[in-house]
């Protein structure tokens, strides 16, 4: 048996699939210890940061901008 220190994230489903993919990605991925329901995933604690700039980077990518 192993013990992680985790932390629970709530998120919306649609960033939760996100997390899903980018757990899934080679070098990025690796950071979900338990997908507990739609909007709850526990995260490895020293990942969250991480897992926070990813996310960004992503949801970056899917926004509109004038430019």
Known sequence: MRAFKGVL??????????????D?????G???IKDI?????LVR????KRIRIALEQELEKNT????
Do not use: N, S
């Open 64 to 67: 509109y901008t004038l430019e």
């Open 45 to 48: 604690a020293d990942d969250v």
């Open 30 to 32: 690796g950071f979900i």
């Open 24 to 28: 899934k990605t080679p070098g990025q």
């Open 37 to 41: 329901d739609d909007t709850h995933v």
């Open 9 to 22: 994230l709530t998120c919306d489903p649609a960033v939760k699939q996100i997390l899903l993919i980018l």
